[in-house]
């Protein structure tokens, strides 16, 4: 049995979706409160609850050999303490009932954009340095870091994997708004050209990652999953020709991008809703980011 949580996210989704048509047998830590009918249909077994309640966490990995800890807060605005408490207090939490489970594999599903700040020129490979830049990424990397701890110190077989930018089926946020959704409904924004370096996985290939790692992944080790690192005109391109669309793009400056940014950023204080364009979008537009996953 393998507990999948997170199971209601983009990754989850596809993620318990692949796995089940591989004819693993899963459990699904969720919310009552989620949309959890597809994980019915697929003969997912539910375990309610979420990563805020160890009770419910220890209960939900009782008789499972591995872990998926696919569950996080996801986005790019957003207080400190909301990041603190389902990042790096849920992990805390599926760490330890995993330990009394004795699970025999236990995947902490981080993501590169614990990078942060890429070196300019350098590969971004496993031993790149981190320079987080937003709550997310440094809550992400200090769960990584949590995590290989209870390895180091309790001998859990922990295995962090560090996905790319996500696209794929049931997304709709951060490069699947940003290249598709947003296309599609007619916002045609490109800076620099273009010309920098993203880091794009398809979700389903993420998917067959955390399959192979929970088969054949090492313990106490991290691995890149990303797919080829393209330039963002080269992937507007591939995306404007899918959609029988012309490749033209306005090249908007920096600094009216940045300037926009800010302009929202205080407008969200005030509605308490996250910005179209939040700054913290900044590195992942404006940096290169060349990832080897030959690992």
């Known amino acids: 049995m393998i507990l999948i949580t997170g199971a209601t996210g983009f990754l989850g989704h ?28 697929l003969g997912v077994e539910l375990a309610w609850g979420d990563l805020n309640d160890a009770e419910a966490v220890a209960r939900a990995c009782e008789g499972c050999q591995e872990v998926v800890h696919a569950g996080a807060k996801f986005c790019l605005w957003g207080p400190w303490e909301e990041f603190y408490r ?22 902490y599903v981080s993501t590169l954009a614990v990078i942060g700040r890429p070196i300019p020129g350098r590969i971004i490979d496993e031993e ?44 709709h946020y951060a490069l699947n708004r940003l290249l598709f959704d947003d296309f599609l409904r007619g916002i045609r924004i490109q800076v620099h050209h273009g010309r920098h370096i993203t880091f794009p996985v398809y979700v389903k290939d993420a998917c067959w990652a955390i399959e ?31 959609a029988g669309k012309s490749t033209w ?40 980011w060349p990832v080897s996953s030959e690992k």
């Open 86 to 107: 389902t990042n790096v207090r849920g992990t805390h939490h599926i760490l330890e009932a995993a330990c009394q489970a004795k699970v025999r594999r236990f995947i």
């Open 212 to 242: 192979a790692l929970l088969e054949r992944g090492r313990p106490g080790e991290i691995y890149n999953v990303s797919g080829e690192s393209i330039s963002h005109r080269q992937a507007s391109d591939i995306v404007s020709r899918l």
């Open 14 to 41: 596809n993620l318990c979706e692949y796995l089940a048509g591989r004819g693993a047998s899963l459990r699904a830590l969720v919310r009552p409160t989620s949309d959890y009918a597809f994980l019915e249909e």
């Open 249 to 288: 793009r306005f090249n908007a400056p920096e600094g009216l991008m940045v300037t926009v940014a800010r302009v929202l950023e205080m407008l969200a204080c005030f509605t308490q809703r996250e910005p179209w364009y939040p700054l913290n979008l900044y590195p992942y537009i404006f940096y290169d």
């Open 128 to 171: 790149h340095p981190c320079a987080p830049l937003d709550p997310y990424q440094y809550t992400k990397l200090m769960c990584e870091r949590l995590a290989l701890r209870y390895h180091a110190q309790r001998g859990l077989p922990v295995i962090v994997v560090r996905p790319g930018a996500f696209y794929g089926p049931w997304g």
